[in-house]
């Protein structure tokens, strides 16, 4: 199994980003997959999950109604659309996969080596 983020970057506050996390070795349909974010000095951060069937959805505090997750199973790829940046929302953006567990504190198995965002003012 291999994740494979991409979409990364530099972006000014205020601007729009997507991430993508393409999936090797897994049937996307058949994941539960998430991302999270770790910013120098602090702890990993959940951001959002999605259900392998797609209906269940979830966000982090300080994310939501700012980003949405999606999966596009012909590609077997997970995005991360993110809007109105802050500079608080630069890190590392890893993407994880798990056959059976779901949520924001779950131990995913499949992680990826992350995607590195910056955000200026």
């Known amino acids: 199994v291999k994740l494979v983020e991409s979409g990364g970057g530099l972006v000014q506050a205020g601007g729009s980003l997507r991430l993508s996390c393409a999936a090797s070795?897994?049937?996307?349909?058949?994941?539960?997959m998430a991302w999270f974010r770790q910013a120098p000095g602090k702890e990993r951060e959940f951001v959002a999950a999605?259900?392998?069937?797609?209906?269940?959805?979830m966000y982090g505090d300080s994310v939501v109604g700012r980003l949405v997750i999606s999966t596009n199973n012909a590609e077997n790829t997970v995005y991360l659309q993110m809007n109105s940046r802050t500079t608080e929302d630069a890190a590392v953006y890893f993407c994880?996969?798990?056959?059976?567990?779901?949520?924001?504190?779950?131990?995913?198995?499949?992680w990826g080596q992350g995607t590195l965002v910056t955000v200026t003012d």
């Open positions: 994880a996969g798990d056959e059976w567990m779901f949520g924001k504190d779950s131990p995913y198995e499949h």
């Open positions: 999605v259900s392998r069937d797609s209906i269940g959805i």
């Open positions: 070795g897994l049937t996307l349909s058949r994941y539960n």
